[in-house]
């Protein structure tokens, strides 16, 4: 089954530092989402990008996509120790059932 | 307020029963999700259904069941043949426009 992987598996960061998430996929997808969870709830969702688009910028966010490399990577500017949490890269391929991947554990130290 | 609603928070299953946990959302989407999360994994899909009647099976159906009989509602059963059941069970859904909707979660744990 095709499924985003997240890399790194944990990072640390301060507060005020920028922090850097990549995902890596496998086959074509129609589009790819970043969702955040913190601990013992249900995901929220933050952006989507989709395979005709590069960039895309949230807030704080920015998500970027290579679909040559099956890659994305989601920046967090300027990070709050409220953005502690679990990251998640799923890939919507064109039959639409969601994968997920194992998610980045940030810790943003105040 | 739209939204996906999970039930209940925790359950605690014996072993050898089956269990149904609730979902249901009044967002009107159509297609819905079930998940399992386990401690420090990713979501793996479970089930999922893209219309009332029809649902197909996700990368880890075995030992469990869902049924689709009213748009709203996707309830997700842990049979028996579920042999390490224990874990964290996320639903959600999905409209036309936007990223999935996740409900809060349930957490299953045997006893």
């Known amino acids: 089954s095709q499924q985003g992987e997240e890399d790194p598996q944990a990072l640390s960061i301060q507060e005020g530092e920028n922090a850097t998430m990549n995902c890596s996929y496998k086959?074509?997808?129609?589009?790819l989402q970043w969702y955040r969870q913190n601990s013992g709830r249900g995901l929220v969702h933050l952006i989507l990008?989709?395979?005709?688009?590069r960039e895309k910028h949230s807030g704080r966010l920015r998500v970027t996509l290579d679909t040559s490399k099956k890659s994305s990577s989601l920046l967090i500017t300027a990070s709050r120790a409220a953005d502690t949490a679990s990251y998640f890269c799923a890939t919507d391929a064109y039959n639409n059932d969601m994968r997920f991947g194992a998610g980045t554990r940030l810790t943003v130290k105040p | 307020d739209g939204g996906i609603t999970q039930s209940p928070k925790y359950l605690f299953r014996k072993e050898g029963q089956n269990v149904t946990l609730s979902c249901e959302q009044n967002?009107?989407?159509?297609?819905m999700y079930w998940y399992r999360q386990d401690p420090g994994q990713g979501l793996r899909l479970i089930y999922y259904s893209q219309i009332v009647n029809d649902f197909q099976k996700g990368d880890i159906a075995e030992g469990y069941s869902v049924s689709r009989e009213k748009k709203e509602s996707f309830p997700l059963t842990v049979t028996s043949a579920q042999k390490n059941p224990t874990a964290f069970y996320l639903c959600a859904s999905c409209g036309p426009t936007w990223g999935y909707t996740f409900g809060s979660g349930t957490r299953l744990t045997v006893v």
């Open positions: 086959t074509s997808i129609n589009n």
């Open positions: 967002l009107n989407h159509d297609a």
């Open positions: 990008i989709r395979s005709n688009e």
